[in-house]
């Protein structure tokens, strides 16, 4: 019963990684790749009773997970392409979707500039698409290490309707890093000034007290 559980809760993460992909949503897709593989190896680990019963509850910690796209290192861009390649096969997609495929392919390549100028050019033909080709454009910056314009793609993709989770996701996780960039507390007041009741107001009241 549990594995048949844990199998459901796999099929799950992978269609929501499929449909993070499929939007563009790079940050996403990864973060999610990075779950269904971490919940992949704990299942197949569980494959007697015993185990199951020594560990019952998977916790993946969301640093770890989001360190696989964050801070100044690089995600492991040649499997999130394989992986994505093959979701996208028999995925039928508009010429909306089509574009920002292409779009989130050049950042895959690690054409961040590229990617950018995809992704302006995409808010110019189809504007309302403009929060979530914003926020993909933060994505390009945090990934050049410009970390400030980053942060402003963020608060302007946040501002134009795009998910707010991952939006905030974003926007933490630039603030944290200007936090201990810098020793400054302006980034993390930025964060609480946005999210007073967001799910990462302990880290940043410990940051700044």
């Known amino acids: 019963m549990k594995k048949t559980v844990s199998v459901v809760i796999l099929l ?32 197949l680990g569980s494959s007697d009773d015993e185990k199951e019963d020594e560990k019952k509850t998977l916790n993946v910690d969301e640093n770890s997970a ?9 995600p492991d861009f040649e499997q999130a392409k394989k992986i994505r390649e093959e979701m996208l096969k028999n995925v039928k997609q508009d010429d909306v ?20 100028r995809a992704y302006e050019s995409i808010i110019i033909k189809y504007p309302q698409s403009k929060g979530e080709c914003i926020g993909q454009i933060g994505v390009a910056e945090f990934f050049l290490g410009n970390y400030e314009k980053a942060l402003e793609n963020y608060i302007e ?41 967001g ?9 700044i007290s």
């Open 97 to 116: 979707s089509l574009e920002i495929n292409a779009a989130a392919g050049l950042m895959l390549n690690q054409d961040y500039e590229g990617s950018k």
């Open 12 to 43: 799950a993460i992978g269609a929501f990684a499929a449909y993070s992909f499929f939007n563009g949503n790079m940050v996403t897709g990864i973060v999610s790749l990075v779950v269904l593989i971490l919940a992949g190896l704990y299942v």
């Open 157 to 197: 993709a946040k501002n134009n309707g795009e998910d707010n989770n991952m939006t905030e996701d974003n926007i933490w996780e630039v603030c944290e890093l200007l936090h201990k960039k810098s020793g400054s507390s302006k980034a993390v007041e930025q964060y609480l000034s946005l999210y007073p009741a």
């Open 66 to 74: 989001h360190s696989f796209v964050g801070s100044e290192g690089k």
């Open 199 to 207: 799910r990462y107001i302990k880290k940043a009241n410990k940051l």
